[in-house]
């Protein structure tokens, strides 16, 4: 067995991941500004970490406890919202005496959020949903959006975005994962790190969240998810890592569930093992907001700061830690060590020295501009019957159903919902209280298509009288039904099933209308029980400021459609790991004790996650991960693999054999022939654009992590020797090119 040791990775990450660089995250010009004899940490030459040390020497008992505990930013449990907050998900004391600004902390991951209103009128830009974004494949689109996210916050006064969420889709039915980035370790770990490294340019804090295993959200709070040390660090904290190491957020955000029998917020295996010793991450833990159940448990195993204290059954780091510390039950070298961990990452930020102040400049139409390519390149193509699409200029009769289309798209619930520029398009729809308001974003696909439709008659019905939608729609030279299914924070869908009986409308509909378009504005996959009767279908996700104008893009072939699926989309309920859900419920505190959670969940699939799970037991989805297709057509030749010894690089041939410019993003997966239990795994991709005709050769360097399994006994990555097959091709269901190469046995 090859152990990877560090020089190995070194070598291996200098070279990049998909070709982004993994450089340490640039600080902005540094300004002399004269040394402050009494405040010598205010010097914006030293380093964070010496800074960090310098303030710590200095501080009292009781202004160390203030840092390492924080309240709901807004009016919240019958307590008023905190004097000095600006208004938003969290708010942490500050010192002045010292220099260090409080912490004002904003949801979330899609935008700055605005919880309950709490800064009456104030609207931010929706961005597409995470799934959009991973669906992209695109990792400099990825770091823009996070840029643009992040100079938002900051403009709005915010030090800390509480985005980059990295949990994988181990069930297509959680509430949550449209925020998150899919299921694998790689496209997650490289998408959200790329987003958080965007945030950051900014000169403020990003969390990554919701570490860890945090794969559904019924029973969120009591739940353990149960799951092999060893699979776990192949797959859900595998991608923590990869982000962690491109993104380098500042704090991580531990999650609500237990893991293996503990609270994630007081894992020392997660937080001081993994975390700290294993990647020697030096951010912060931050709680999420609720999740602390201990004072002593939680801080000795490595939680740095409880968030969002009023949620908690008591505050645990405020009064109850300083006894703990006073009376020795918690070393005051760990409050130290939390202390300066919060500082180091608040100076290297930025924060300290360039604070953020509410009133900047945001150029919203800018933000929109970059929201509507994230969501033209995320929308992914999943059926095109006879090109249907694009659509040909100059029909006489477009007929638009369901969804409110006429008014705008839709967004998730929950707390990344943001409230948009120019407000909800549909009000009043959906829970009032947490987890919604129901928030269409107003960017109306009906106005978008009638635009592009060249003078053509152009009508709208709504769905829910089915009679009235059939009747309208015969004899229209294209009907396009826009189908929903909203999905938001706490809940969990029941099943796959289009809520609303829009399958009886779809099948209807297309019928009567062999020219029948399904537009998907979903939080992942959707059964398709009609799709043989439709002419195409478009999954366009949650695709946020300008998703209306986006699809009607790609209807009308000013786009062409190139997102690839981050998600296996299965033909139904009975091919995943577990076909039944628990009883679906809000989440609530019901049952939550301090010593362990009482619900549990088997991750018996282990790091087989998705496509993984598919290749291993032989099951034929709906549609396969990195499925997605093009108004044109690529063809894929000539792969090749090289074994450097420190690194090993894959290559391929791509020409666009069609008739329209578009993107290719052809993939690699490596397998081991003789070890069953050595899933499929993607290794790497590119997006290249390409003109009928032309031709590119594109190149991945794949992370040694994703040839090797976690040995638990020796803490270590470790790659068996032997034959490897390289695959690849246009997804993970169509690998038709096969290349291997051996790995020696360590002498």
């Known amino acids: 067995m090859k152990k990877i040791g560090p020089g190995y990775l070194v070598a291996a990450r200098a070279t990049s991941i998909l070709g982004v660089i993994l450089v340490t995250q640039p600080h902005a010009s540094a300004q002399y500004h ?21 303030m710590l020497e200095v501080m009292t008992l009781d202004e160390k406890i203030r840092l390492v505990h924080g309240r709901v930013g807004f009016s919240f449990g019958g307590k008023p919202k905190p004097a000095a907050a600006i208004g938003s998900a969290g708010y942490v004391e500050g010192i002045p005496r010292l220099g260090i600004p409080a912490l004002q902390e904003s949801d979330a991951g899609l935008g700055v959020a605005n919880p309950h209103n709490a800064r009456p009128g104030d609207q931010a830009t929706p961005f597409p949903s995470g799934l959009a974004a991973a669906a992209a494949f695109d990792t400099e689109l990825a770091e823009l959006s996070g840029a643009r996210m992040g100079a938002e916050a900051r403009a709005k006064g915010f030090n800390a975005l509480l985005a980059g969420g990295a949990n994988l889709t181990r069930d297509p039915r959680n509430g949550r994962n449209f925020e998150y980035a899919g299921e694998d370790p790689l496209l997650t770990g490289i998408i959200v790190g ?40 192949e797959s859900d904290l595998l991608a923590f890592q990869i982000a962690i190491e491109v993104g ?37 833990v931050m709680s999420d907001w609720g999740a602390v159940h201990t004072t002593e448990k939680a801080a000795l195993s490595g939680l ?66 970059t929201a509507q390519t994230v969501a033209e390149r995320g929308l992914v193509l999943l059926r095109n019957r006879n090109a249907t699409l694009p659509l040909a200029k100059g029909l006489k009769r477009i007929v638009v159903i369901g969804s409110h289309a006429d008014k705008g798209v839709l967004s998730g619930g929950g707390s990344s919902q943001v409230i948009p520029v120019g407000g909800n398009a549909v009000p009043n729809l959906g829970p ?126 000013e786009v062409n459609p190139s997102g690839r699926l981050p998600m296996t989309f299965p033909l139904d309920e009975s091919q995943l790991p577990r076909s039944k859900t628990a009883v679906n419920t809000a989440s609530s505190s ?20 998705g496509y993984k799970w598919f290749a291993k037991n032989g099951i034929k989805p709906l549609f396969p ?102 695959e690849a091709g246009a997804n993970a269901g169509d690998l038709l090119l096969t290349t291997e190469f051996t790995m020696p046995a360590l002498r």
């Open 590 to 609: 019901a049952g939550k004790t301090a010593d362990n959670p009482t619900v549990d969940v088997n991750y018996f699939e282990g790091a087989q996650v």
């Open 194 to 233: 790329s987003t958080i490294r965007g945030i950051q340019s900014n000169r403020i804090i990003s969390t990554i969240k919701h570490y860890a295993l945090n794969a559904q959200e019924t029973d969120r709070l009591v739940l353990s998810a149960n799951i092999d040390p060893g699979a776990a660090r």
């Open 304 to 369: 740095d700061q409880e968030s969002g204290e009023e949620m908690d059954a008591q505050v645990y780091f405020g009064s109850a830690l300083k006894e703990a510390v006073e009376k020795g039950g918690v070393p005051l070298e760990r409050l130290n060590d939390m202390v300066r961990r919060i500082l180091r990452g608040m100076f290297a930020s930025g924060i300290v020295d360039d604070p953020p102040k509410p009133g900047g400049f945001i150029d919203y139409t800018l933000h929109a501009e």
């Open 34 to 54: 004269p040394l402050d004899a009494q405040r010598p940490w205010l010097d914006r030459t030293l380093p964070a970490e010496v800074r960090a040390a310098l």
């Open 432 to 557: 009032q209280d947490f987890p919604g308001p129901l928030v269409y974003d107003p960017s109306s696909p009906l106005n978008a298509i009638a635009a592009k439709a060249g003078g053509g008659q152009v009508e709208y019905v709504e769905g829910d009288d089915v009679s009235r939608a059939v009747e309208v729609a015969k004899g229209a030279d294209a009907v396009i039904i826009f189908a929903h299914q909203w999905m938001a924070e706490s809940y969990d869908a029941p099943d796959l099933t289009l809520p609303d009986n829009q399958d009886h409308l779809i099948v209807a509909v297309a019928a009567i209308n062999q020219n029948t378009v399904v537009v998907l504005e979903t939080g992942g996959p959707v059964r398709m029980p009609w799709l043989s009767a439709t002419a195409a279908v478009i999954e366009a996700w949650y695709p946020g400021a300008r998703g209306g104008e986006a699809i009607a893009r790609a209807l009308f072939g």
């Open 625 to 726: 991960f990195g499925f997605g297709l093009s108004y044109t057509a690529f063809a894929y030749r000539q792969l090749t693999a090289t074994n450097l010894g420190s690194s090993v690089t894959v290559s391929l041939e791509v020409q666009n054999v069609g008739a329209y410019r578009g993107a290719a993003i052809p993939q690699f997966y490596v397998r081991r022939p003789d070890d069953t239990a050595f899933p499929i795994r993607l290794v790497g991709w590119n997006r290249v654009m390409l003109s009928p005709g032309e031709t590119r050769r594109v190149a991945a360097t794949i992370d040694p992590r994703l040839l090797a399994r976690f040995d638990t006994v020796a803490g270590d990555w470790e790659i068996a020797p032997g034959r490897y097959i390289i």
């Open 248 to 284: 380098r957020p500042h704090a991580v955000m531990c999650a609500y569930n237990g893991v293996n029998g503990t609270y994630s917020c007081e894992s020392d295996f997660l937080l001081n093992q993994v975390l700290k010793r294993d990647w020697a991450y030096p951010g912060f």
